[in-house]
């Protein structure tokens, strides 16, 4: 027995080898703002639409003071709006650089596809981020059916809302027989709010501790290279 679809996350997961890009465009918008971020603070919320995570690290105490030392007041709605904007700008040039695909992850689509599969993505990236970034993705044959980003649900990663937007265009109504492929807690959130399987990628993309797998993730792979293995478990008649 096979899935009927697989939804994969893209940085990290398909692209984008240690899910770099994001954690660049980050660091270099904050930084422009006079803030200096730690890389694991940029990685605790990752795979959240970036409007969303950028406005999580205003609300941190530390990045708040920071940014209140550098502009003489407590970060407003107006001032995440602006630094979205910013880190949208920085995203967009650093996912080119990063457009890499991640090993084995061409052939694992190509095999998905042959058996008849149907290929979903979600992203964090905002349309304009992706609508960049897919023609390098796709000329080196990293080319789901269908890519959802967080700003066109209501309910964005970790919530189901992107998932299920893919399943609705496929026409799947049982997600049991689907499965989501992540390197992050919010995507495999997302999949298990669902109802699909989640499938942990776990040394391509960003660092994922096995005790917080356990609440989000129904199997886990090193690498897209065990893919197969663990679809065929889930998946088994």
Known sequence: MKPDA?????????????????????RTAFAQAGISLPESLVR???GRGKLDHTSRLLAEPEVGAAFCKAHGHAPGPADVDSLYNAVSQAMAGAVLQSAEPVPGAARILDELAAQGVRIGSTTGYPRDVMDALLPYARAQGIAPEIVVCAEEVADPRPG????RACLEAFAITDPGRCAKVDDTLAGLQAGRGAGCFSIAVTASGNPLDPHDLAGCADAACA???DLPACLDALFAD
């Not at 697989?6 to 692209?15: E, H, K, M, P, S």
């Open 6 to 26: 697989v939804i994969f996350d893209w940085a990290g997961t398909l692209i984008d080898p240690g899910c770099r890009a994001p954690v660049l465009a980050f």
């Open 44 to 46: 605790r919320d990752m």
């Open 160 to 163: 189901p809302g992107q998932i």
């Open 223 to 225: 690498s897209l290279a």
